[in-house]
């Protein structure tokens, strides 16, 4: 083609009907395969068809992608002007108020109350790593134009970032701040109203669904991108989430406004924290009842809700008076907000709804009180559909998603535009069907053996995708002093960073989690290996899945555990093929998918690739491959 282009029927195809799909206000559903280059086949049209349209991405990556590399594409493609706007959470960007309250001090009360709660001496700003990633983010302020997380050179600790920055659960808002009026949030709000087209991540327009379509400008479309991920995403977004940090934050963020005499009601909310904590300890990983429904194993958290919303409405009553004492400061109305927020979570766990799920979430380390809807159907079927026309798209789309996220009824059509890649050629799977069953001791040190000679075949150039944080990290610390190839590890880097230096630097290596299975596009010989550690299953004792399956009654297996776990499955394999010249190898160190009975469900999502379970013949393929 022109220009260097590739010819992409399917892409074709897929403009045209989703440009029909806006015209007509029809729903539209498109699996399209790895290398149709769906982002630009919804783009051009939405550009194009004089709508206001929102772009929901499942990761921050694939959001970033489209802003720093696919829009800007379309923008030079097209003819006539056209504006587009990437809006983020807020938490993604730099406050000018924390950062001017601790430029003067402001803000080492509120350090030193949090350290004497906590007992963390990592909490002391002018020292150690915090202090020094602190001073490079007050340099960064200075140059920065965006104050967007992801435009720093470094990666933050979540300590220094939260010390300049606020959730959307703290910030009382532009007029109510007293840097509202140079707000890097409220700027990139500002560019989204003025856009044509918006790009957001799913989790954010979640948000806006839960807040009642307040959150983002006013559209006439939106076009969910790895729509595989939406009922996950939903399913989190209209939930609530409550930890004993918020308690502990509160009281320690509002002890330094109240008068000393009232300081015992902001440190009976921070002791709330310790006593969450014990409670929720009992309970970790299991499911609720709470509410009407409340059992006694169950009690103690329902009468921990209790006491702490009366904690929180005291503190409250409390601050209020304390707000026309500091005009000039935001901190109390980040405090009142705080409260506002965590008083409103607790009602809603307080008395959950009819089809909603209670559990501990966590490890006793770190627990989570959660509240989901097992079902998100009737959410958006009421909330969502009947405003707005969708396109749902995704290189693997789960079978049954229509029902599961309620468009069966709103006259959504489904398409299947395929894939333009010669996969039986190009690509070879390898299944590691002699490596023990990962419960066995050993799996571990022979799946590292496995990875190592792996590796060293392809010369590096290899993304290597893992089910949990502590998998990655293990591998990386265990790998990178014996290969000789450079190894990254996700959290080194924002991910635009890291994918960026992948790319570059043609023998890296990416370790990586979830977040890296979808979204991520690294065409060329940079990428010629994908390793996945283990088959994607959702973990064993999730209260949320347990009630899925129940729902599904006998046909949970499939329809909750294998149906997901293929999905992702098929996601991370298409990390692999990313244009017509690539060749590569997707290697799954899991031996369930050569001899579990339910491998042709899994197999059956995967691009149609050879298969194989002989090393050798891996070997010699990587070798035909970096030669060619």
Not at 64 to 86: N, Y
Not at 96 to 114: C, I, P
Not at 150 to 166: C, G, M, T
Not at 219 to 233: C, S
Request: glycine fraction near 8%; include cysteine.
């Amino acid at each position: 083609m022109a220009g260097g282009g590739e010819e992409r029927p399917g892409q074709e195809e897929m403009a045209a009907r989703v440009a029909r799909a806006i015209r007509t206000g029809t729903h539209l559903v498109v699996q399209a395969g790895t290398g149709t280059g769906k982002s630009l086949a919804y783009l051009a049209p939405a550009v194009g068809s004089g709508r206001r349209v929102v772009v929901a991405t499942a990761t921050k990556a694939l959001q970033d992608q489209l802003a720093t590399k696919d829009l800007p594409l379309v923008e030079q493609a097209v003819e006539g002007p056209f504006a587009w706007a990437v809006l983020k959470g807020r938490s993604n960007y730099l406050c000018r108020q924390r950062l001017s309250e601790l430029e003067d001090g402001r803000e080492q009360q509120h350090f030193a109350e949090l350290a004497e709660v906590e007992g963390e001496a990592a909490l002391e700003v002018d020292s150690g790593r915090l202090g020094d990633q602190l001073r490079r983010i007050l340099r960064w302020s200075a140059t920065t134009a965006s104050g967007d997380r992801a435009d720093l050179p470094f990666e933050p600790s979540p300590r220094a970032w939260s010390s300049v920055s606020v959730g959307p659960r703290e910030c009382p808002g532009a007029f109510r701040c007293p840097s509202g009026n140079r707000c890097f949030a409220e700027a990139a709000r500002d560019a989204a109203e003025a856009a044509d087209v918006v790009v957001v991540n799913t989790h954010l327009y979640g948000s806006h669904l839960a807040a009642g379509g307040n959150l983002l400008p006013p559209h006439d479309v939106v076009v969910f991108d790895e729509a595989h991920e939406l009922e996950e995403i939903m399913t989190a977004s209209l939930g609530v989430e409550l930890t004993p940090g918020r308690f502990r934050a509160l009281g320690a963020a509002s002890r330094a406004l109240l008068q000393a005499s009232e300081a015992p009601v902001a440190d009976a909310v921070a002791e709330m924290a310790d006593r969450m904590h014990s409670v929720l300890a009992v309970h970790a990983s299991t499911r609720l009842s709470l509410g009407a429904r409340a059992v006694r194993p169950d009690r103690d958290v329902a009468e921990l809700l209790v006491m702490g919303r009366a904690r929180v409405d005291e503190l409250t009553a409390r601050l209020r008076p304390a707000e026309g004492a500091h005009d000039n400061d935001g901190a109390v109305p980040r405090a009142l907000s705080a409260a506002g927020h965590v008083a409103s979570d607790l009602a809603r766990l307080m008395e959950p709804a009819e089809g909603e799920v209670a559990w501990v979430d966590g490890d006793r380390r770190s627990l989570v009180l959660r509240l989901s809807p097992v079902d998100v159907a009737p959410e958006l079927s009421g909330s969502l559909w009947g405003d707005v026309t969708a396109v749902l798209t995704s290189a693997t789309v789960p079978p049954g998603i229509e029902q599961r996220l309620g468009l069966d009824g709103h006259g959504a059509q489904r398409i299947d535009v395929g894939s333009p890649f010669d996969f039986r050629t190009h690509a070879l799977l390898y299944v590691a069907r002699h490596l023990p069953d990962r419960r066995r001791p050993e799996s571990e040190a022979a799946l590292l053996r496995e990875l190592e000679v792996l590796i060293r075949a392809a010369g590096g150039r290899t993304l290597a995708l893992f089910t949990s944080r502590r998998a990655t990290e293990a591998a990386a610390t265990a790998l990178s002093g014996v290969l000789p190839y450079r190894v990254l590890v996700q959290g080194e880097l924002p991910k635009p960073r890291l994918v960026e230096r992948f790319t570059a630097e043609e023998s890296s290596c990416l370790f990586a989690t979830l977040g890296f299975w979808q979204g991520i596009d690294v065409p060329g010989r940079s990428l010629s290996l994908v390793t996945v550690d283990r088959l994607p299953f959702p973990r064993p004792g999730d209260p949320l899945f347990d009630a899925r399956r129940e729902r599904a009654g006998d046909a949970a297996f499939a329809e909750v555990d294998v149906a997901r776990a293929a999905t992702l499955l098929a996601q991370g394999a298409g990390r692999l093929i990313r244009s017509a010249e690539d060749r590569g190898v997707v290697a799954v160190l899991d031996s369930r998918l050569a001899t579990a009975r339910y491998r042709s469900a899994l197999l059956a999502a995967l691009p149609p690739m050879r298969r194989t379970t002989d090393r050798a013949e891996v070997e010699r393929f990587l070798s035909a491959a970096l030669s060619s």
